[in-house]
Each structure stands twice: as structure tokens, then as C-alpha cells.
């Protein structure tokens, strides 16, 4: 085992003792004045919409919580004053890892055909123009998802010169940098949580890039999509979170389809001439490494979540610390290995990678991987996630496998099989499914005459009193 990834075990078990498994908070009511509907959409996907009243008429305040199961628009964050500021009520929205505050109310909905039709004032520059217009946010976190598809081929290209110690290590010490303003904006409660998150990003990274070694990026990127069967698998250990099929119809589907995937992609031969022990023979290390990052960046998306959730607007600050931490992390995996203090190897880091002509790709893949796919992408991310439904958000961002496959096809020449395509759009469905609300299946089943599964009874029988 690396000594990184020795390093991250040792800083996680540090902070695991009272921040991993604690719950977040426990809260006795809603956050609302009068009567008031709390309608926003979250990266969970469930069906939870509050109606909340208070009673003026008593002398002490109570509020009475109802569900309101025509309203349009999925929910599953359950907004506390505790939790949110007041004078933002709109609620969370989380996608992948990364909560914001909703800015939207409900007139914010907008379709294409508003685009046309929506007039600014003279005094809105043009990031608000954009940033309140039906494509302008859709349109950035395309741009991020075809960003972080990027990362894939470039971090194969900086292996093949650069040991993949001082790749991540590079790549990371720039991002911390870029992001450093923000770590001294972390609230003070989050600073235990944020480390530990840290740590568990950096065994994401760290694994992506020792899998990149001897892995085809396409696949190692498909393979790092099995965050979807990470996440609800840490739901249920550690949130006590119900997961039955008729709680979670969506989380079953995206299991199967992504297990279909990885089993296609790793043992399913389309010319037919191996069999299956031979094809799970030739399994490789890379491939185990492609799925343990799945499990750092899924653990890091389940913790990130928790964090923001509890205390909303904290998601750069957050990032700012996971990146730090990884930077560090990496420092010390170099450090642990042979080619510090070798003949060249100063022009294996920062800044003497810079100074080298005869690696300029490589300092160039390092510049983009550190300040643009990773500081600039995570800022635009965040900044365009508020604007629309996490559940878009989820759809658009699970897009991201299928880039990485075409820039390593572009420029690695890589080929692809049957095997690739047929797993590789399997892994992509299990994301997209991700995003189906139970009123999805419910429909399903009406339209074949099934109506066993309704709506009402597909709902939680209580709103829930925790922020999961």
C-alpha cells in the first residue's frame, strides 16, 4: 500500500472519534412565518414538501407541519431555522457533493422560451444576465461537466511523464493555492468534519491517479462513476436512512444498472473467444484502484453534504480544505518515494516543471488539471448549481464519463469495444437514475395498469425530524 494512502488512514482515524458517525443535528421545527411553502430540490431526490403554519393565536409558539403532495417541484432537505438563514428560505440544493443555497423562489422556474422574453436592468452585468437566464446556468455546468471529462486523459498524459506522486502532488499544491482565500472563510464548527473529508477526497485522487498508470482513462473514469452505489451504501450504515424498493425505487434501479456496467466492462468479452474465468483473471490492480476512487470521492460526497447541509454557503470554503489537505497528503507520498533527490527530479515539481522545455505538455496538462479543472470548475460549479433543480444538476454533471471517454478517444487514440460501449452506458443510465423522483416509478406502473404503488403511500409516513 502506498504510504499516501497510509497517511490518509492515519489523519482519518485522528478525526473519525466524535465527527464520522455523529449525526448532524436534531431539530423540533420548520423554519416559517404564517403560511408558507417550502419547495426546493435537492440531490436525494425524495418527495418531502412542507406546508408550515404557526399558531398566532397561542402564547407559546408552536408550528404544525403538513405535507402538501401537489406541489410541482422535488424536495428531500427539510429547511430548519437552525440551519438556514432566515432571509434566504428557498432552501439547499445538492448535487454531487456540493450544497448551495437555492436563489430562486418559485417564480424563478423558467422555461427556454422565457429566455426571450426576460428584460434586465440597465445596472445587471452580464454574469447576472447569464446566471438568471433558463440556458446560462445549464449551460456552465456543461461547461464543468466537459471540464472535469478532461481530467481523465491529461492526468494518463502526465503519468507517462511525471511519477504519479508529483502529477497529484502538483496539480493539487496549484489548486490550494487558487483556492487558499477560502479556507479562512470555513466556519469554525466544520473544521474537524472538513479534514476528515479532506482525507477521504485525497484516497479519491490519489487511487484515480495511480489507476491512470495502467488503466485506459475511459475506463477508470466509467469506473469512478460508482459513487452512485457508494452514497446510498453509506445512507444506510451510517444515516439509518430507509432504503427499501418501494422508499428508494430509484436507488435499487441505479445499483443494478451500474453492477450491469462494471460487470460488462470488467468480464463480458465481445469477441467471444475468452472465458469468464479468464476475463476475471485478468482483472488488474488498476481496475480495483479505478473503484476505490469511487469509494474516496463517494465518502467525501456523503460528508461534503452533511457539512453543507448543516451550514449552507460553505461549499468553496469546504473545497478549500479538501484540496489543501489532498496537496498535503501528496506532499508526503512524494517525499516517500525514490525519485526525490534524483538527478532532474527538480524538474518533477513546482516550480522547476515550469522551466523545462521538454515538458511543456506536461506543465501545461498540470496547469489546466490544478487551476482550471479544479479551482475554476469547482467556483463555477457552485456558483451555477443554486440557479436550477438538483435533479438536472445530477443529469447534466453525470455526463462527465461519457467526455472523458471522447478526449481520451481524441487524444490518446484509444479504442473502444463493444464491452466499453454497452458497460459504459450502462454506468451513465445508473447516474441518470439517480435523478428519477417515486412519482416516476408510480407512473410507470399506471401506465401498465399497476396501481399497487401510489404516490401517497411511496411518502415517508411523518416529515422527518433530521437533516441527512
Not at 45 to 59: E, G, L, P
Not at 214 to 222: C, I, L
Not at 356 to 364: E, K, L, M, T, Y
Not at 427 to 452: P, R
Request: net charge negative.
Amino acid at each position: 500500500m502506498p504510504i499516501a494512502l497510509k497517511s490518509i488512514f492515519a489523519i482519518a482515524i485522528a478525526f473519525t472519534r466524535g465527527s464520522f458517525l455523529h449525526p448532524v443535528h436534531s431539530f423540533s421545527r420548520p423554519i416559517g412565518l404564517g403560511s408558507h411553502s417550502l419547495s426546493s430540490p435537492s440531490s436525494n431526490n425524495h418527495v418531502y414538501i412542507y406546508m408550515v403554519s404557526a399558531d398566532k393565536s397561542s402564547s407559546t409558539s408552536t408550528v404544525e407541519t403538513t405535507r402538501d403532495e401537489s406541489a410541482p417541484f422535488p424536495a428531500s432537505i427539510v429547511y430548519y431555522d437552525d440551519v438556514l438563514n432566515p432571509e434566504n428560505p428557498h432552501g439547499v440544493v445538492c448535487a454531487r457533493g456540493v450544497c448551495v443555497l437555492s436563489d430562486y423562489d418559485d417564480d424563478d422556474y423558467l422555461t427556454l422560451e422565457d429566455d426571450v422574453s426576460i428584460t434586465f436592468s440597465k445596472d445587471s452585468s452580464l454574469p447576472d444576465r447569464i446566471l438568471h437566464s433558463y440556458l446560462g446556468p445549464r449551460i456552465l455546468l456543461g461547461i464543468a461537466s466537459v471540464l472535469y471529462g478532461t481530467n481523465f486523459p491529461l492526468g494518463s498524459m502526465m503519468n507517462d511523464v511525471l511519477p504519479a506522486s508529483a502529477a497529484s502532488a502538483d496539480r493539487m499544491v496549484l489548486a490550494s493555492i487558487a483556492l487558499s482565500p477560502f479556507l479562512f472563510k470555513l466556519n469554525s464548527k466544520l473544521i474537524s468534519r472538513a479534514l476528515l473529508c479532506g482525507c477521504f477526497t485525497a484516497t479519491g485522487y490519489i487511487t484515480q491517479s495511480l489507476a491512470l498508470v495502467g488503466t485506459s482513462p475511459a475506463k477508470v473514469a466509467f469506473l469512478g462513476a460508482a459513487t452512485v452505489l457508494v452514497c446510498p451504501a453509506l445512507e444506510f450504515f451510517v444515516s439509518k436512512r430507509d432504503l427499501s424498493l418501494n422508499e428508494r425505487p430509484q436507488t435499487w434501479l441505479a445499483a443494478a444498472l451500474c453492477l450491469a456496467g462494471v460487470g460488462i466492462l470488467e468480464i463480458y468479452d465481445p469477441s467471444g473467444k475468452m472465458s469468464l474465468m479468464d476475463q476475471i483473471h485478468q482483472i488488474g490492480f488498476g481496475d480495483l484502484l479505478a473503484l476505490m476512487q469511487a469509494v474516496g470521492f463517494g465518502t467525501s460526497f456523503f460528508l461534503t453534504e452533511k457539512m453543507m447541509t448543516e451550514i449552507p454557503g460553505q461549499a468553496l470554503p469546504i473545497t478549500a480544505v479538501q484540496v489543501s489537505v489532498c496537496a498535503l497528503i501528496c506532499m508526503i507520498w512524494c517525499f516517500s518515494e525514490s525519485w526525490m533527490g534524483t538527478p532532474g527530479a527538480e524538474h518533477y515539481a513546482l516550480p522547476g516543471l515550469f522551466t523545462d522545455p521538454s515538458i511543456q505538455h506536461v506543465a501545461g496538462a498540470v496547469f489546466w488539471t490544478g487551476l482550471i479543472t479544479t479551482a475554476l470548475n469547482r467556483f463555477v460549479e457552485t456558483t451555477a448549481l443554486g440557479k436550477i433543480s438538483s435533479a438536472e444538476a445530477s443529469v447534466i454533471l453525470a455526463t462527465e464519463p461519457l467526455w472523458a471517454a471522447l478526449f481520451a478517444a481524441l487524444w490518446l487514440s484509444e479504442d473502444f469495444g463493444a464491452n466499453d460501449y454497452i458497460g459504459g452506458a450502462l454506468i451513465v443510465g445508473a447516474c441518470l437514475a439517480t435523478s428519477l423522483k417515486k412519482e416516476d416509478f408510480v407512473k410507470f406502473h399506471k401506465m401498465f395498469g399497476k396501481k399497487n404503488m401510489s404516490s401517497k403511500n411511496m411518502l415517508p409516513a411523518e416529515p422527518v425530524g433530521m437533516i441527512e
